[in-house]
């Protein structure tokens, strides 16, 4: 067993950039370090303030030459911003800008609702989060933003779907994307029949930019470009599956099924790359292809 679950890592590179560094934290998540001629920026922060002051650790060796230091939160789920207290705000440890899609703004209006989510947290693991502050971005924009690091340009850009404020960043110099949680390993998570078509197109905007390179915050670093098309393939087939599901009449009442798999005639198992065994895979993800389901089935009935 692992006795240090969130420890954070530099993973070795396989081939890409090398002004592109891949943080990894246990077997969560990873994060990354884009260093510019002009910017050292840190692409989401991590879960808590240990493993974002272990990140600035490895980011404090590239900030020379008078490089900044930026933020950037792909979206706001606990796993990519609980570190955002090192950056703004009272524990500050390395002042510095966090970038984020305005709609973030939106998750934060009910801040009752986050510090539940965070006590819920702590209950759930004691001592995982006891230090956590949560922290907004500090910088907010509508669209499309530019950074221009001299060499590198990152184009941050909505690709929402997974969340509503999620973005991905394109840098066009090197052909390199990074994803977020837009599309992930074995298919990225949807929650509600209205993201469900956002998801798909934001897909779409990501795999026509035609990548080189492409690293994923839920996936492994060796999955390519060929991994948006299998997230594509996969909500391509669903859609088809519970299309036909509809034709026959089995999916007439999805609402009162227990069991939507069997519903569609879909086992996660048939869902999956054949090299991912189904039963290994962590619970969320057999949630995850069931609430894919329901949203598919609403939104076909609606659309």
């Known amino acids: 067993m692992n006795d240090q679950p969130d420890a954070v890592t530099l993973v070795d590179n396989q081939g890409w950039d090398p002004r592109i560094l891949v943080v990894r934290c246990g077997d969560l998540v990873d994060a990354f370090i884009v260093v510019s001629e002009r910017y050292v920026v840190l692409v989401d922060t991590l879960i808590n303030p240990q493993t974002a002051a272990a990140m600035l650790r490895i980011a404090r060796e590239q900030l020379t030459g008078g490089r900044q230091l930026l933020a950037i939160n792909t979206h706001a789920d606990w796993d990519h911003f609980w570190g955002n207290q090192l950056f703004a705000g009272p524990d500050v440890a390395h002042p510095a800008p966090i970038f984020a899609s305005r709609r973030s703004a939106d998750r934060f209006r009910a801040p009752e609702e986050g510090q539940q989510f965070l006590a819920e947290m702590r209950e759930h693991e004691p001592g995982r989060f006891d230090d956590v502050r949560i922290t907004r971005p500090t910088v907010l924009f509508d669209g499309r933003l530019l950074i221009d690091g001299g060499d590198l340009t990152l184009e941050l850009f909505p690709t929402p779907g997974h969340q509503p404020d999620h973005v991905a960043i394109f840098i066009p110099e090197i052909g390199a994307l990074l994803a977020g949680d837009a599309a992930e390993s074995p298919f990225p998570l949807v929650h509600t ?111």
């Open 193 to 303: 029949a209205d993201g469900l078509p956002l998801l798909r197109a934001s897909l779409a905007r990501t795999a026509a930019l035609k990548p080189n390179t492409v690293l994923y915050c839920h996936a492994p670093v060796t999955s390519g470009p060929e991994l948006l098309q299998a997230n594509i393939a996969y909500f391509d087939e669903l859609e088809r599956r519970c299309r036909a599901a509809r034709a026959s009449g089995a999916a007439a009442r999805p609402a009162e099924a227990e069991d939507v798999e069997a519903l569609i005639a879909f086992p996660l198992a048939e869902a999956i790359p054949t090299d991912i065994k189904a039963d290994e895979l962590p619970d969320l993800y057999r949630r995850g292809h069931r609430t894919a389901i329901r949203a598919m089935l609403e939104w076909l009935e609606h659309s």
